[in-house]
């Protein structure tokens, strides 16, 4: 039985709160760094890796591959600065999918 590792990439102050939990951290300052590191998390023996939605936006066609593997499972997290709704979006739709109905923000009245 494989043993898999989880990863959060992003920019520095977002990530620094990760590492005291055991996550291993990968800070990057732009989106082009984070593609290659993503690359190369999927590589190895990671089972989820966490990323900013900041940096995720620039690479949402590669996500949306990796979305349709069963490992690694790609998150987007909010920034230090807040969110921009993608991560949840994407959980979101995931849900709908698996389910195929809105139960986590399904309006009654």
């Known amino acids: 039985m494989s043993t898999y590792k989880i990863a959060v990439v992003g920019d520095k102050d977002s990530i620094l709160g990760f590492r005291t939990i055991g996550v291993d951290t990968f800070p990057v ?3 082009d760094a984070a593609l290659e590191t993503l690359k190369k998390l999927v590589s190895e023996n990671y089972g989820v890796i966490f990323i ?3 940096l995720a936006s620039g690479m949402q066609d590669v996500i949306n ?3 349709k593997r069963y490992l690694p499972t790609v998150v987007l997290i909010p920034n230090s600065k807040g969110t921009k ?3 949840i979006q ?3 739709e995931n849900v709908e999918k698996a389910i195929g ?3 986590l923000f399904r ?3």
Do not use: N, R
């Open 52 to 54: 900013t939605e900041e």
């Open 85 to 87: 709704g993608i991560g």
């Open 107 to 109: 309006k009654e009245g």
């Open 29 to 31: 300052t732009s989106g």
């Open 101 to 103: 109905a809105d139960i």
């Open 90 to 92: 994407q959980i979101k």
């Open 65 to 67: 591959e990796l979305h």
